[in-house]
């Protein structure tokens, strides 16, 4: 319809005509045509993660869609699984495009798919708003200028823990990540930053375990032998479980700070019920003491609607889709072009307060909680936390234009 | 590090190798006399911690704060799990056991498939983390360092139930009839043995066995849904390196492995001369490097014999088939219709997407049935030249900036010297052993890959791989990719022609020479290893192509092309179209990729019910896809 | 010795000649000096009870096994080659055929395309790539399964012939390179006493036809006495008679050492 109307215009040749009655098709002849986002993610085999995550998107949906839609349209979703590999997720990507006519795509969780799917985007020219991988290659290295990013990076986190690790002040560090992409950047970047924040730093262990299958036992005894004064975690999941009963029984952690990422999200912290480890310095989410009124109300919305608490999940769902409402409501219009040109400098709202998509790098600001966790009730909590403005944990401008390719930033 | 700790590591090792050895020994016993290969004993072990972990639960109430509770707990799951497993064999495997062999790992794919799910939809997708056992929670001082009281029982429970399986094997009427059946099969049915009870009663306690280990493990880590392939890949290392059917070689070979493993992380970050090297990162393949060196040294394993590899798949390729004689025409057709289809078809332009990977798993599927099939030797490693050829051209695209037909050509290549390195290595191997060994070196590769960020950009691969511009630009007409899709079809037509036509060849026929009956090839000249090694190289370099075609198809790779996953998928699509017939891997690879693209659509539990279909296709058409059409053309052909 | 008398008058040349062959598996002496020739256009049998060394000297001299001493050499002995250390295929390559106990042929292929294997080796074209296998050397194929009366069953799958026909074709495969010398282990074993006959009846108008020499096993005296030239026997991994068939069926070592193993058939 819209393709018709353009040919249509370009047979008149005026092109402020042209411009003229796109607008007026959008608005008129697609009053009812929904706003379609091809949404694709590795659904079973990161589902502890993608439950919640596609239930904060239906109530996001649900929201937009009876506060009447975008511009008069409505939001729809079509969610595909990717089965956690690039290869069908480009796949599904096409089969969105082609069969399905979806305006953008979106989601995204393992680092690879992410990149995978930003670099589809740059070809086919196509929206890309990447939801949850981690990678800081996804906007730096391998950004692009149709690919945008919701989630806190690797290095943004990382950059949130640092300062309380510094605060610490101690010398010696061991460190223990997942031997993959996001550990070892991780790892590379907590490095890097300790450094300068803190000179006489020394790392005097670091074991990069396979990720899902760590020797426990093992790597606890190898960190214990390095004698650190303090520990810095990258692992996750059930690696996480596993470390955390380990060195609880072989006195890992008994007077030793450990500073751990991630660790403070629902979806890992909630497994470990009362074995969650008290007192370590983490990222994550208390979904259960935020009492700004946003928050409260999206609490209080998600749990009447799916009679759940919300994981971080349930943010990055729900924020993905109120940032694509916003972006579309900006631009007025699925254009591609448009799209990014309003998603630069975009500013949106989340449960966590209000984000923008960075001009510099299309990494939104949406920041984390930082804080210490502690075990109350039987199980896991995280206390003394602050939220941070994921706006200030960015390289200098300067660093970020020299990682980014050029044609990412005209 | 200390010598105490280093001491404490190894002990540590011990525990780990008692839970390997645990999940190890069912899946050998169950081999050893039914000669099914079974995949889907990870997720019986899966299965076990989570049964472990409900029944835990439930008991918990009634017994609180006593360790009877979780060994209650852990028997309970131990029988759930048997039970399952006996379930399974009536239900499924006994059907098929006259299929060519290796069609049952086809049906326990199928029901790993859809235990995972099941898993998902019982126990919801958050990880589950038991309680500790009562009794067993701290640690006890060992050279002065804490050693976890759980871990010092696992140590006593290998060796105990190694000794209680010793037993049974050798003093009970039933163990007697295992070990004559896993020397030989047809000697207990010609005993007159009641087969099927003997087979049943296996399976559960093989099942058991892995229930056991996973309950076992419930106090070391969560029930979680990523448990079942870890599990079987160990499961079969150790299995292998310990030498079939034996279950003392089993026990030795964990012990190696996890000891391997444990002094890998203890030595930590080695600083030699300048170099460091970070020891930890080799967990990430230690038990492939173990394995590929037990096998290239000792071809049945520390402990296995000869007898105990099984015959060959394809013992009963009909020579007219091979020949290629019937239904040329229909072929032609077929191409002609595909050639014609970018513009047939414009209207639902998903049709060409789909198809370019239909095309090049069909090449894939073809280059390991040339092996597997005439060859004899199946690989369960094929991936490794399927990611080689991609990664040959990604990094051909990238260090040189070469045009992308250079890359298409050259690709390829890195396939064929995969092949050619680890089939001069593997076609020294028959049987499992071969397979296995396939495995361990596409794993290596894998983990080189992961690794290697440089050159391969490490976990997260490489992007930017597009098609030249002529070969993505809008044919007038057609479909958006249509460019694309015939230089696919094209490649791929071509090269199964070639493959179809080298095994017409006087070395197609030398290769079946050298499966049908090694000794007799060799007695008439024939360097059967030679012509085995060659044989990899062709097929390497066709899966090569196919990955080199997959690799510009999507734009952007990773290392997932050459996980055993992929290698899995070949097999699967190999054995669903059947090993008798030259279109089997063509049809196979066309009805698994199309099968997990709906199934992916259409239903929420797309896994389960991919497993569901397989497992149809398993009982209804025991002899592959490839077997139905044959069926309806040559009535008389058995 | 016994057979001294019939070794000085064998005028014939010499094709192959074993000599202190000696064979031991973990600690068991299988073969212990063993010495025997097979002379050009003889067919000579190797006999003796189960477990005597047959079969060992037969897989060495094929070069399946190799053995710890003593050397076998094929051809007239000016210009012998020795054979001890080849290969199977090697020693096949210096044109020395065998058949298997079992018989062994290439199940999956068709009777001519069984002999088009062999002739297909035998004129180093296995690394051909390119053209169909079943045109080439197919005369010639035919008319070496026409010689084992095998022509009309050229085409049928190897798989649906009866055992007889499968030992005929492995006769065929084996002749494909025009071999000086046939190794046949028990070339009549598992067949019908008609069979029998048969099999070896047509097996010595080849060998003659072709000045071919066979060396063969056979556990049925019938077949050894109806056709061999001439008998070595084994007992206990020794040769303990050889020489004509009269001769050695009078022998009374050799009604010993097979009474002793209670067969003599």
């Known amino acids: 319809m819209k393709s018709s109307l353009v040919v249509h215009g370009r047979a008149l040749s005026a092109l402020s005509t042209l411009v003229v009655l796109c607008g007026l098709g959008c608005t008129g002849a697609q009053a009812q045509t929904p706003i379609r986002i091809g949404e694709i993610n590795s659904y079973k085999a990161q589902a502890a993660f993608l439950d919640p995550y596609r239930k904060g998107m239906d109530l996001a949906l649900e929201e937009v869609n009876a506060a009447g839609g975008v511009g008069g349209r409505r939001l729809e979703v079509i969610t595909r699984d990717d089965g956690a590999s690039p290869g069908d997720a480009v796949r599904a990507a096409e089969e969105l495009l082609a069969r399905e006519n979806v305006q953008m795509l979106a989601g995204g969780f393992l680092s690879h798919i992410g990149l995978a799917l930003g670099d589809f985007a740059r070809q086919k020219k196509v929206f890309f708003l990447a939801s949850e991988p981690l990678t800081d290659k996804l906007v730096w290295e391998n950004g692009n200028r149709y690919t945008f990013r919701l989630r806190p990076s690797t290095y943004m986190q990382v950059s949130m823990i640092v300062p309380e690790a510094a605060r610490l002040k101690k010398k010696r560090w061991a460190i223990v990540y997942p031997n993959y992409e996001y550990g070892q950047s991780a790892a590379a970047t907590f490095k890097t930053l300790l450094k300068q924040a803190q000179p006489d730093v020394e790392f005097v262990a670091e074991q990069a375990t396979p990720l899902g299958k760590v020797e426990a036992g093992a790597v606890v005894q190898a960190l214990s032998d390095s004698h650190p004064d303090a520990i810095f975690n990258v692992l996750f999941g059930a690696d996480l479980a596993r470390l955390v009963r380990e060195g609880t029984t072989r006195e890992l952690f008994k007077d030793r700070p450990v500073v751990s990422l991630l660790t403070g999200e629902p979806e890992y912290l909630d497994p470990l019920r009362d074995e969650a480890p008290a007192g370590w310095i983490v990222t994550g989410y208390p979904w259960y003491a935020i009492d700004t009124p946003a928050h409260k109300a999206f609490v209080t919305a998600y749990q009447k609607k799916f009679g759940d608490y919300p994981r971080l999940g349930s943010i990055v769902g729900y924020s993905t889709i109120k940032a694509i409402a916003a972006g579309v409501r900006a631009a007025g219009s699925t254009d591609t072009e448009k799209l990014i040109t309003a998603f630069r400098g975009l500013s949106f709202d989340t449960p966590f307060g209000r984000a923008e998509f960075r001009r510099l790098d299309h990494q939104s600001t949406m920041g984390a909680f930082v804080g210490r966790t502690a075990v109350e009730g039987g199980r896991g909590v995280m206390k003394d936390f602050t939220y941070l403005d994921g706006a200030r944990f960015q390289p200098s401008d300067e660093a970020v234009r020299r990682m980014r390719p050029a044609d990412a930033q005209q | ?638 | 010795m016994t057979g001294q008398a019939t070794h000085s008058t064998l005028s014939r040349t010499v094709l192959l000649s074993v000599r202190g062959l000696a064979k031991s598996f973990g600690g068991v002496q299988a073969v212990r000096g063993v010495d025997f020739e097979v002379g050009a256009g003889e067919l000579l049998a190797l006999i003796g009870p189960n477990g005597a060394g047959k079969s060992t000297c037969f897989n060495m001299i094929n070069g399946q096994i190799r053995p710890d001493q003593g050397s076998i050499r094929l051809g007239n002995p000016d210009h012998s080659k020795e054979l001890v250390g080849l290969t199977p295929r090697k020693v096949w390559r210096l044109g020395v055929g065998r058949t298997f106990q079992i018989a062994a042929v290439f199940g999956s292929m068709s009777v001519i395309e069984n002999v088009q294997m062999a002739l297909l080796s035998h004129a180093r074209e296995l690394h051909e790539f390119w053209r169909p296998a079943r045109a080439q050397h197919r005369a010639q194929a035919l008319e070496l399964l026409d010689a084992v009366g095998l022509a009309d069953q050229a085409t049928l799958p190897v798989a649906t012939l009866a055992y007889g026909q499968v030992k005929a074709v492995e006769l065929a495969v084996a002749l494909a390179n025009q071999p000086r010398l046939l190794l046949m282990d028990e070339p009549t074993a598992g067949m019908a006493p008609a069979e029998r006959v048969a099999l070896m009846a047509l097996t010595r108008r080849l060998v003659t036809e072709r000045g071919t020499s066979v060396l063969f096993t056979e556990h049925s005296m019938d077949v050894v006495f109806a056709f061999a030239d001439r008998v070595v026997v084994l007992a206990r991994g020794e040769v303990i008679a050889q020489g004509s068939v009269t001769a050695v069926r009078q022998d009374p070592r050799v009604r010993e050492a097979y009474f002793g193993s209670g067969r003599l058939t």
């Open chain 2, 1 to 638: 590090m200390t010598l105490a700790s280093l001491l404490v590591q190894l002990l540590g090792g011990l525990a780990g190798a008692s839970t390997l050895f645990l999940t190890s020994a069912g899946l050998s016993l169950i081999f050893g006399v039914t000669r099914v290969v079974n995949f889907a004993h990870g997720s019986l072990f899966m299965v076990g911690v989570y049964t472990a972990w409900t029944a835990g639960q439930w008991l918990r109430p009634i017994l609180p704060g006593s360790a009877g509770g979780f060994w209650l707990a852990v028997l309970l799951s131990t029988v759930v799990v048997a039970a399952l497993g006996a379930l399974l064999e009536v239900l499924i495997l006994r059907r098929i056991y006259r299929a060519p062999e290796l069609f049952q790992l086809l049906a326990t794919f199928a029901v790993a498939l859809v235990l995972r799910d099941g898993c998902l939809w019982l126990w919801g997708p958050e990880d589950l983390l038991g309680p500790r056992v009562p009794g067993l929670t701290g640690a006890i001082p060992v050279l002065g360092m804490p050693f976890p009281r759980y871990d010092a029982a696992l140590i006593a429970i290998g060796p105990l139930v190694l000794g209680l399986l010793h037993l049974v094997l050798t003093r009970t009427r039933f163990g007697i009839l295992v070990r004559a059946a896993t020397q030989d099969r047809e000697m207990v049915s010609a005993l007159g043995v009641a087969e099927s009870r003997l087979f049943t009663s296996v399976f559960a306690i093989g099942a058991g066995l892995a229930g056991l280990a996973g309950a076992l493990q419930l106090p070391r880590e969560p029930a979680n849904l990523g448990l079942d392939l870890p599990a079987i890949s160990d499961a079969f290392v150790v299995v292998v390196v310990g030498g079939l059917g034996s279950l003392p070689g089993a026990f030795l070979a964990a012990l190696l492995i996890s000891l391997v493993k444990a002094a890998c992380i203890a030595l930590g970050t080695v600083e030699l001369g300048g170099f460091s090297f970070a020891f930890p990162r080799l967990t990430l393949v230690a038990e492939f490097l173990v394995m590929a060196i037990v096998l290239v040294m000792r071809p049945y394993g520390l402990m296995g014999r000869a007898a105990a590899a099984p015959r060959s798949l394809a013992t009963t390729l009909p020579a007219e088939n091979a020949a290629g004689a019937p239904g040329r025409w229909p072929w032609g057709l077929l191409v002609v219709g595909l050639i014609l289809l970018p513009w047939l078809a414009a209207g639902s332009p998903y049709t060409t997407v789909v198809l370019v990977d239909v095309f090049c798993f069909s090449l894939f599927a073809m280059s390991l049935f040339f092996i597997m099939g005439p060859g004899g030797m199946h690989s369960f490693g094929h991936a490794a030249y399927f990611g080689l050829g991609a990664y040959g051209a990604a990094i051909v695209l990238k260090a040189s900036g070469w045009p992308m037909l250079w890359a298409l050509l050259l690709g390829p290549l890195g396939g064929f010297a995969g092949a050619l390195i680890f089939g001069w290595f593997s076609v020294r191997l028959s049987g499992v052993y071969l397979a296995m060994l396939t495995l361990a070196f596409s794993q290596i590769v894998w983990s080189i890959i992961y690794q290697w960020d440089d050159l391969t950009g490490g976990s997260n691969g490489l992007t930017g791989l597009w098609p030249a511009p002529w070969l993505s630009a809008q044919v007038p007409g057609a479909t958006a990719n249509a460019a694309y899709y015939l230089l696919t079809l094209i490649c791929v037509a071509i090269a199964v022609l070639v493959l179809r036509r080298v095994l017409d060849a006087p070395f197609g026929l030398a290769l079946r020479a050298g499966r049908d009956s090694p000794q007799r090839a060799e007695s008439i000249g024939i360097n059967v290893h030679a012509v085995q090694w060659a044989a990899f190289c062709v097929a390497g370099t066709a899966a090569g192509l196919a990955g080199v075609l997959y690799a510009f198809s999507k734009g952007s790779i990773s290392p997932d092309l050459v996980h055993v996953g992929r290698s899995i998928d070949g097999l699967v699509m190999v054995l669903l179209g059947g090993v008798e017939a030259l279109a089997g891997p063509l049809i196979g690879a066309a009805a698994f990729t199309l099968l997990q693209d709906t199934a992916g659509r259409s239903f929420d539990y797309w896994r389960a019910a991919t497993g569901v279909v397989m497992l149809l296709i398993v009982l209804v058409f025991p002899q592959g896809l490839a077997g139905l059409f044959r069926m309806r053309r040559r009535p008389s052909t058995t």
